[in-house]
Structure formats: structure tokens, C-alpha cells
């Protein structure tokens, strides 16, 4: 069975600080995908990446940036200078191809607050 | 914004009713799921339509109950509501082809009360 631990439930820094949120997964299928997603006050969750397992170069897109290494199951995002912007809850989430569906399952999620 | 649209936006019922919410999915996507979001807890996935029929179900009793339209837009109803389906739903649409299944993408979730 698929499972995604976010073991940092709050993470509280000031802005322009970098921030790494940690993400850990466990599937004992070959063929997988990662997401993170960014869930605002508002509610809806935003997509901010998906990886394939067999995809393990890093990527940056801007302030964001995510580390994939599939030794240590382990799929961390940083966010380079944050700003209060950032402040949000946000998910991991691990997807297996279950006749074909390749429904997430999500982390716990954790909550980033960026104080000015 | 993602184009996935959820009604109502927020709702109250008593427990033992019965509730209707609904979500039109992003344009040219397929497939429809539903999340059921507790407070401080991620999403969990109730279950999926694709093409008008059930593809795939989470651990939720048979009073949870969908349906997908011709139209891609789907409903998610609950009978005898208790307590605890007291939540934030989630609506995510995507688009599934031959063998692969594309990113999903969120509605901005309708707040459930029960009382």
C-alpha cells in the first residue's frame, strides 16, 4: 500500500529565509508519480509539480525548487527567499497506477507560515 | 484558476439528512474525483468517475454515492449524515487517455457542516 509521510506539521519562518519541507514515501510499485501541491486560506489546492519515477533530476521553476531521490524514498521542496505569500499548507502526494486510475494519496500536509 | 467549479460553497445540515454538491470539471477533461478533506488532515479520496462510471472507491460506506454526467460534470451525495462528515469536499477533474491518467486539478472545495 502507498503511503506519504510529512513529518513537519508547522514550519514558522521569517521572509527571505529558504524553507525545505520534507516529504517520504513508501509504494512497491516501479511506476509511480509525486505531486506537491499548495492549499491557501482559501481552500483550493494548487498544483505545483508532478514526477515520474523514473524522472529523478532535481527541478527548479523560480523560488521553488525539489529534490527527488528515489534511494532514501524521499521527495523534499524548497522555497528559495520566501515571502508571505508563501504562507499555506502543503501536500505530498504519491499516486500508483491502480488499474490505471493513478489516485494520490496525500500526506498530512504541512503548514508554512512566513512572518514579514 | 484551475476552470473546476464546486457548489454550494459552504452548507449546513442536521444530521440524518441527506445532501446533494456538485462539480463541473475543467473543459476536455474526463474524469472526476472526489476528496473529503477533515480539518488538519490531507485529502482523502472517496472515490472516481470516468466516462459516467465508478472507477475506483476509497474507504467510505455505501452512503456516499456519485454520478457523472454525459457532460463530464458530476455529483457527490450522502445519506444520513453524521457528525463526522463534517469537512471540506474536494472536486478534481482530469484527463485520463489510453493507459495514463494526467494530473488533477482541484475545485475550491465546498465546507460541510453537520449539525
Known amino acids: 500500500a502507498q503511503k506519504v509521510t510529512q513529518a513537519q506539521t508547522e514550519i514558522s519562518v521569517v521572509e527571505k529565509e529558504d524553507v525545505t519541507l520534507d516529504c517520504v514515501y513508501e509504494?512497491?510499485?516501479?511506476?509511480?508519480?509525486l505531486f506537491w501541491y499548495k492549499q491557501p486560506p482559501s481552500g483550493e489546492l494548487v498544483f505545483l509539480i508532478r514526477r515520474n519515477s523514473f524522472d529523478e533530476q532535481n527541478e527548479i521553476s523560480g523560488r521553488y525548487s525539489w529534490n527527488f531521490q528515489k534511494s532514501t524514498s524521499s521527495f523534499n521542496f524548497t522555497i528559495t527567499a520566501s515571502q508571505v505569500v508563501d504562507s499555506a499548507v502543503y501536500f505530498c502526494a504519491l499516486s500508483e497506477a491502480t488499474g490505471g486510475s493513478y489516485i494520490p494519496t496525500f500526506g498530512r500536509g504541512t503548514s508554512l507560515i512566513v512572518h514579514p | 484558476e484551475t476552470g473546476v467549479t464546486q457548489s454550494p460553497t459552504h452548507l449546513i445540515k442536521t444530521r440524518g439528512q441527506q445532501v446533494t454538491l456538485r462539480c463541473s470539471s475543467q473543459s476536455g477533461h474526463n474524469t472526476v474525483s472526489w476528496y473529503q478533506q477533515a480539518l488538519g488532515q490531507g485529502p482523502q479520496f472517496i472515490f472516481q468517475?470516468?466516462?459516467?462510471?465508478?472507477?475506483g472507491r476509497g474507504n467510505f460506506p455505501p452512503r456516499f454515492s456519485g454520478l457523472q454526467f454525459p457532460n463530464y460534470s458530476s455529483e457527490l451525495n450522502v445519506n444520513a449524515l453524521e457528525l463526522d462528515d463534517s469537512a471540506l469536499y474536494l472536486c478534481a477533474s482530469s484527463l485520463r487517455t489510453s493507459g495514463n491518467t494526467d494530473t488533477q486539478y482541484f475545485g475550491p472545495g465546498t465546507r460541510l457542516t453537520v449539525l
Open positions: 468517475y470516468y466516462r459516467e462510471e465508478e472507477n
Open positions: 509504494t512497491r510499485d516501479t511506476t509511480y508519480y
